[in-house]
C-alpha cells in the first residue's frame, strides 16, 4: 500500500509524457461520457501541460445549472475533440471566449454557452446528446461542430469501434443501431463501474491499464518510436483508411454511403431541433491542410457541407478565411487540435454571426 501511495504521488508530481487519468464512464446513449468531477490531463510534445475538471454530468465544461436564468440565452455546443478542447484552459476555448464576448458590459441579454461533447463523437451521438440536454437545459441556440473526422465517424468500417451506436438507413428511415448496449451491458454492473471509478481517480491504475494493453498487443519490445513513449495507442495504427483520413482516399461506396448517412442525421436533428422553436446551426472545423497550404486543391468535406447545408437551409458557420489569414499572419492556429489563437479565430466568427443578427438576440422560443 506504501509503495501504491508513492507511485501515485510520483506519477502525479512528475510531469511524464502519456500520463493521465482514464476517465472514461460508459453510457448507453453514446458510447461513453467522462466520469463526473474527475481530472483530464492533456500534455504535448511542445511542452504544453493543461489540466481540467470533468464537471457534474461528464463533460469538459463548467458546471451549469439544470434552470436558466429568467430572459438569459443558452447556447449549446455538440461535437467531439475540437468541442471538447482539452489542449488549453476552459477560458481559452472558442466557447469560454464567445460567452465573455457576449456578455460584455454592453450586452443587453445574459448569454451561457454550454459544451457538451466528448473526443471521438460523431454526428450520430452528438444528436443523441442534443436529445438528451437540450429540452431538459432549455437551450435557444444548437450549434453543431462540425469535423472533417464526422462522416466516418458514422460509419464502423471506418470507425474502428463496436461500442458506439451507429445511423442505419432502413428503407427510407433513419434507424439507429444500439446494439453495442447489448454487447456492453456489463459494462453498467457494479465490477465495472468500480474499475472505472478507481481509473478516473487514480494515475497509478490508468497508467497500469495502459502498459498491460501495450503488452498485451506488443509484448515486451525494446524499441519505440516517439508515438509510443507518449503512450499513444497502438489500436488501429496500421488501417489505411480511417475515419479522418481524406475522403479521396475512401472506396468510393464507402465515401458515398457516410455522405448519405450523415446528411440524413443532419436534416433529422434540424427538423427536432427547428420543431421546438430552438435555432439550429453548424460550425464547420477545416482540415490542417486547408489552413496551412490553402493554396493546395482542397481534400475534405467542406464543398459537400456547403452543399447539404444549402440544400436542407442550415446556417453554415465557416471559419477557414479568419484562420487562413491569421495563420498567414505567423500564428499557427493548429497543433494537433485548435492553439490558442485558433480558438480564438474561431470563437470570432462565431461572435460575428451572433452579432450580425443571423440569430436571434433573444430567447428563440416561448
Request: hydrophobic letters at 40%; a negative charge; aromatic letters at 10%.
Amino acid at each position: 500500500m506504501l509503495a501504491c501511495v508513492i507511485a501515485e504521488i510520483v506519477l502525479t508530481v512528475a510531469p511524464i509524457p502519456g500520463i493521465t487519468y482514464h476517465t472514461f464512464y460508459y453510457d448507453d446513449v453514446t458510447g461513453q461520457r467522462f466520469y463526473p468531477h474527475t481530472t483530464m490531463i492533456y500534455r504535448n510534445e511542445r511542452g504544453d501541460h493543461v489540466r481540467r475538471r470533468v464537471n457534474d454530468w461528464g463533460y469538459l465544461d463548467a458546471d451549469h445549472g439544470l434552470f436558466k436564468m429568467a430572459g438569459a440565452i443558452r447556447i449549446g455546443f455538440f461535437g467531439d475533440s475540437f468541442t471538447e478542447a482539452r489542449q488549453v484552459p476552459l477560458a481559452q476555448t472558442f466557447h469560454g471566449r464567445l460567452e465573455a464576448e457576449l456578455n460584455r458590459p454592453t450586452a443587453s441579454s445574459q448569454y451561457e454557452c454550454i459544451a457538451i461533447s466528448m473526443m471521438g463523437y460523431g454526428t450520430l451521438q452528438s444528436w443523441l446528446e442534443c436529445r438528451r440536454w437540450m429540452e431538459t437545459l432549455d437551450l435557444d441556440h444548437v450549434v453543431y461542430v462540425f469535423c472533417e473526422n464526422d462522416p466516418g465517424n458514422n460509419v464502423p468500417a471506418l470507425n474502428f469501434s463496436d461500442d458506439v451506436p451507429y445511423p442505419v438507413l432502413v428503407g427510407d428511415s433513419l434507424a439507429i443501431d444500439r446494439s453495442f448496449a447489448e454487447r456492453n451491458a456489463h459494462k453498467a454492473r457494479w465490477k465495472h463501474r468500480t474499475w472505472q471509478y478507481l481509473k478516473s481517480n487514480s494515475l497509478l491504475f490508468s497508467t497500469i491499464e495502459t502498459r498491460v494493453r501495450f503488452l498485451q498487443s506488443r509484448g515486451i519490445d525494446l524499441r519505440v518510436d516517439e508515438a509510443e513513449r507518449h503512450m499513444a495507442a497502438p489500436a488501429g495504427r496500421n488501417a489505411p483508411i480511417a475515419a479522418i483520413s481524406p475522403p479521396s482516399t475512401w472506396p468510393d461506396s464507402l465515401r458515398d454511403h457516410a455522405a448519405l448517412l450523415t446528411e440524413r442525421v443532419i436534416v433529422e436533428w434540424k427538423r427536432e431541433v427547428e420543431a421546438s422553436g430552438r435555432t439550429f446551426v453548424i460550425a464547420y472545423v477545416p482540415r490542417t491542410a486547408a489552413v496551412k497550404t490553402p493554396q493546395l486543391p482542397a481534400d475534405d468535406w467542406h464543398a459537400w457541407l456547403r452543399d447539404v447545408c444549402a440544400r436542407n437551409q442550415v446556417s453554415m458557420i465557416d471559419p477557414t478565411e479568419r484562420l487562413v489569414a491569421l495563420q498567414a499572419s505567423g500564428r499557427d492556429v493548429f497543433f494537433d487540435h485548435f492553439t490558442d489563437a485558433g480558438h480564438e479565430a474561431f470563437a470570432a466568427e462565431l461572435l460575428a454571426w451572433f452579432r450580425e443578427g443571423l440569430a436571434p438576440t433573444q430567447s428563440a422560443h416561448p
